[in-house]
């Protein structure tokens, strides 16, 4: 049985440094609620597979194998004492693609990543033992952000769209299930009718799982994919195979060019994974107006130095594309939305964020939910970039302050998406002396009249 919180206590611990480490029923209760939840949203995880498999050549029991070791140190966040759903760094992931493209396929292109991924992660370890993340995001200007973030929202979208991607051998099952996501996400219409009904309430709260379930039944039918093989038993994951040809194991240490030519991509990842600290921390202040019974300790330090260890560990053992982020933004926000129910609805939010990963952990092993999406997952993959580019689009935006800003942004993040990071940086930094240098504030034109007040 779960040790229980006193009122207006944390939840109970095991002190390690700057680690809590809390072990499942004993630690926390296990809410079921939200495992099945987690289980059934593996699907979601399931689509990096086709990523590996194109960019990278990976076979199926290949990429299988990282998603699993991906969805292990999933559950490293809520061990450890942060007390969020983590996930993909996904607003950075066409960028990435981008990146790597750059490099000959096969044991050249697999370096690349891995001195990528290993980069992010001492970046972030260092960032938080020391504490200077938010030091080195504030002095970043607002129009390189923007850019950055923008760029990622072009990339996304083109990463679907160029001749003999995903669009073209999907089209009509892409039309369908996108505009179903984007209803679902964006539409003003379902914000104002999903709380009036419950059926409607319980569908928005599942993210884009209504869309892979959808392409599952549209798909076949329009004959763009077979219909699901459905097999039984648990999945084979070729972890052999991965650590014997897909590690630096096996194909050889990135050379120190591979470091210097990645760090731009680096630089550029960690800007729009802050986003996901600030988002992170905001959800987790406002969940805590509801419920004076816990208290709550986010601590974005630690969790800098997880995500970091998750992104060095993989590039060790499993290298990713789709990299390790400290939040699943869509999914933190359902867990939290029930959490803000009382305390008989979810005990803490350490359980559901915790019970929710356990979950998406245990679909990956069952085969039936693995083969049950199989057909679809490149289709999984482009809803996923076409909503995360739209939503990269607005933020971006959101993020400039003047127009001049957003007129450096677009170019700068057009530039990003279409030769890389390296020059999409370059890009940024001469616009912004050369259009912002001597500038006095009253002659900026903010782009929100809040901001010439401030």
């Given at each position: ?377 490149g289709i999984a993959l482009a809803s996923t970039m076409l909503i995360q580019g739209y939503v990269s689009v607005r933020v971006g935006v959101m993020k400039a302050r003047t127009y001049n800003d957003l007129g450096i942004a677009g170019v700068m993040g057009a530039i990003l998406a279409t030769r890389g990071a390296a020059w ?31």
């Amino acid at each position: 049985m779960a040790m229980t919180r006193e009122y207006g206590k944390e939840q109970p611990y095991i002190p390690a440094g700057p680690f809590k480490i809390r072990i499942p029923f004993i630690h926390y209760k296990f809410e079921w609620a939200d495992y099945i939840q987690g289980l059934l949203m593996c699907a979601v995880c399931l689509g990096a597979i086709p990523m590996l498999q194109e960019y990278l050549g990976m076979p199926f029991e290949v990429a299988m194998a990282v998603v699993l070791l991906n969805g292990i140190l999933y559950c490293a966040h809520v061990f450890l004492g942060d007390p969020v759903i983590p996930g993909w760094i996904t607003p950075a992931i066409p960028l990435l693609m981008i990146h790597v493209s750059q490099f000959e396929m096969g044991p050249e292109r697999l370096q690349a990543l891995i001195a990528f991924e290993m980069s992010l992660g001492v970046l972030a370890i260092f960032l938080g033992i020391t504490g200077l993340g938010k030091k080195i995001v504030n002095i970043v200007p607002n129009a390189m952000q923007s850019g950055i973030i923008l760029g990622a929202g072009f990339a996304a979208v083109m990463v679907i769209f160029k001749a003999g991607a995903r669009f073209d051998q999907f089209p009509y099952s892409i039309i369908i299930c996108v505009g179903l996501g984007f209803y679902l996400l964006f539409s003003t219409h379902f914000k104002s009718i999903r709380n009036k009904n419950k059926l409607l309430q319980t569908i928005g709260n599942l993210g884009i799982l209504p869309v892979v379930l959808l392409a599952v039944i549209v798909a076949p039918l329009l004959g763009e994919t077979p219909w699901p093989q459905i097999e039984w038993g648990i999945t084979r994951p070729a972890f052999s195979v991965l650590w014997h040809d897909w590690t630096f194991f096996g194909i050889g240490f990135p050379p120190a060019e591979m470091f210097i030519k990645g760090f731009p991509m680096v630089f550029s990842s960690y800007i729009v994974l802050f986003g996901d600290m600030i988002q992170s921390q905001a959800l987790i202040e406002d969940v805590a107006k509801f419920r004076p019974d816990e208290v709550i300790d986010y601590n974005p330090n630690r969790s800098h130095i997880i995500f970091g260890l998750r992104n060095l560990i993989m590039s060790i053992i499993g290298p990713d594309l789709t990299m390790c982020g400290p939040l699943w933004a869509a999914m933190q926000v359902v867990v939290c939305e029930r959490y803000k129910q009382g305390r008989k609805a979810m005990d803490s939010i350490v359980g559901g964020a915790g019970s929710f990963r356990f979950g998406t952990l245990t679909g990956y092993l069952l085969l039936p939910i693995v083969t049950l999406c199989k057909p679809i997952l490149g289709i999984a993959l482009a809803s996923t970039m076409l909503i995360q580019g739209y939503v990269s689009v607005r933020v971006g935006v959101m993020k400039a302050r003047t127009y001049n800003d957003l007129g450096i942004a677009g170019v700068m993040g057009a530039i990003l998406a279409t030769r890389g990071a390296a020059w999409g940086l370059a890009a940024g930094i001469v616009l912004c002396v050369l259009v912002n240098s001597f500038h006095k504030p009253e002659h900026d034109n903010y782009l929100f009249p809040a901001e010439s007040e401030a």
